[in-house]
């Protein structure tokens, strides 16, 4: 976890293999709008106000979300990071909704709750 007073703070840009590797193992693409992150900054922590934020790096994502079950328990759901304690930080990637959502990692479905209206708007407020 990062002190209370770090600003997010993003990683350099992931490498074109990276993302590319990333696209052909997702069975459903991400938002256009994610997409472009990693492009510009592979994944970073800090806070956003007083929500604290780590973005997983392009390379982890894969793992991470086999290892959550993120296409058994929110199908329609990817993780993308998470606010180091009890919540992931997932995008829709159902191809109607692009917003981002908070996920317990222990809990259902409807427990998830959007906390941005797409991930540019998240992005916005982290500076990206």
Known sequence: MTSNNQTFQPNGPASSEAIASLKAALPKPLPEGY???????????????????????AEELIEVNRGYNVTEFFPNLFLIGTDGGGEGYAIDVSGNDT????????????????IASSFESFATALGQ
Request: no cysteine.
């Open 35 to 57: 997409v472009a992150f990693p492009q510009r900054a592979n994944g970073g922590e800090g806070l956003i106000g007083e929500r604290y934020v780590r973005l997983w790096r």
């Open 99 to 114: 917003s981002v959502f908070e996920v317990p990692f222990i809990g259902m479905p409807s427990d998830a709750s959007i």
